[in-house]
């Protein structure tokens, strides 16, 4: 009778040591696999620009573009057909979507030069342009005579929904005839292809005194 107990109590201590080893390898947690997308926190993104200029798909002038002449006081030069037109004061705006020419005219004592043009107009329009960011400034002749070019990059006009600013390159032209002085400004959506209808614009200025 004691050999049987103790047999049955050996047994039994097995049995105990199994359940227990079964159970203690069932309630160790599984290793977990890193994700392939690697941590799932991500960092903050950094601060956006609000002033920033979106950029636009550029909105190139057409070659098939027709272009009508336009008079004022002084001078006269084509535009194109179709643009929207808008007035104030001595300034004339034509207007398609971001693309702007816009001719503005003041009596001024002596013609620009590329020197007096950098150190005077080129610190205003810093101050006075959205993203101002000057390219060149440089001496230019076209028929009407020689003149100013200023190449520079900013941003346009707010928009009148979304409040937003486009990219947009600029070339302002400064032309100047006994006294007088226009500015005939061009500007398109960053890097579009105007330099064509642009030259047909400012080929065709022309003074009429």
């Known amino acids: 009778m004691l050999m049987r107990t103790r047999t049955e109590l050996a047994g039994l201590t097995i049995a105990l040591a199994l359940v227990a080893a079964a159970c ?3 309630s160790a947690p599984a290793a977990q696999k890193p994700s392939s997308g690697g941590p799932s926190s991500t960092s903050a993104p950094r601060g956006v620009d609000p002033n920033a200029p979106e950029v636009v798909a550029p909105g190139d002038i057409p070659d098939t573009q027709a272009f009508v002449p336009y008079t004022t006081t002084g001078y006269s030069f084509k535009v194109p057909e179709g643009w929207s037109q808008s007035v104030a004061g001595a300034t004339t705006t034509f207007s398609d979507h971001y693309n702007t ?3 503005t005219s003041a009596s001024v004592a002596v013609a620009p030069t590329t020197t007096g043009v950098t150190a005077t107009e080129v610190p ?5 342009v959205p993203n101002f960011e000057l390219v060149k400034v440089s001496a230019i002749t ?3 005579g020689a003149g100013v070019l200023v190449t ?4 346009s006009a707010p928009d009148a929904v979304t409040g937003k600013r486009v990219a947009i390159d600029v070339e302002r032209y400064e032309f100047w005839h006994n006294g007088l002085q226009v ?3 061009l500007s398109g959506a960053r890097g579009s292809d105007n330099v ?3 030259k047909t614009i400012t080929d065709s200025f ?3 005194a």
């Open 24 to 26: 203690g390898s069932s």
């Open 101 to 103: 020419v816009t001719s």
């Open 124 to 128: 205003t329009l810093r101050r006075a």
């Open 142 to 144: 076209r028929p009407a």
């Open 152 to 155: 520079y990059r900013a941003g």
């Open 183 to 185: 500015t005939l400004t």
């Open 196 to 198: 064509d209808p642009w």
């Open 206 to 208: 022309a003074w009429s």
